[in-house]
């Protein structure tokens, strides 16, 4: 069970979100968000959806999300853009960057970044991040999966090789509360004093795959390149045939 008092004793802004909603289970904490937005008798500026088992979740594209009734990190949160608008795709860079930065300081382990925004251990995905938007108003609806305490017999064969958790890296479990609560306390300093040039280096520094082979789209080819660095305005840029290409989309490592 997550305990939400725990989390908000942890916060160090406990009024950072104007509503904080707890469910033992829900379907999607994304498709939530939107419904309790678009709900014109309420208006809200941060809010935040937690469930201890999201059974229909979801990823990029039309990926699922999997994740293990009360073992993970699974939630949604509603916020309005903060960045510029040329900055706006550093989004999707920074929310990754501050869950890595939050798992180092609970877990005391260097996890890194799959362009843009998938959370990786030693090839494995330990969790992702949906960035929404909708209208002008440009709010966000900001969807994170993190695998805290799974075993590997709690995730699905197929996922084996392919998945794990803090828990399996460190061999203890983590307190979910304290780590979600850190994740925002970094995410409200970063509000308060965005630094564009040091969330790009400190994403770089986190990278997988920095000058190493991916596949990817482009002009409806799949073609390879090398992955070489991120721009200032939150695109990869990817080394096609001594062509540098600004890339906005999904990236397969080779």
Known sequence: MFFQSLFESNLNNKFFFQEILYYPEIASTSDLVWQLNDDKSKFFNNLLVFTD?????????????FSFPGKSITCSFLIN?????DQFNLHALLVPLLIVKAIKKIALINVQIKWPNDIV???KKLGGVLI??????????????????????????????????????????????PLLAIFFNELEMIIKKFDRDTIIKDWMKHCAHIDKKVSFNYNGKQIVGNF??????????INYNNQLIKYDGFIKIL
């Not at 088992?53 to 999300?65: A, P, Y």
């Not at 799974?150 to 307190?175: H, V």
């Open 81 to 85: 853009s903060f960045l510029e608008d």
């Open 132 to 177: 929404e938007t909708r209208g002008i108003n440009k709010k966000l609806n900001i969807g994170v999966g993190l695998n805290v305490n799974e075993l590997k017999q709690d995730f699905p064969s197929e996922l084996y090789s392919k998945a794990t958790s803090i828990r399996e890296i460190t061999g203890y479990p983590i307190q979910r509360e």
């Open 121 to 123: 251990y030693d090839g």
């Open 228 to 237: 070489k660095s991120v721009n200032k305005f939150g695109q990869a840029i």
């Open 53 to 65: 088992n999201q059974t229909n979740g979801r990823g990029r594209g039309s990926n699922k999300w």
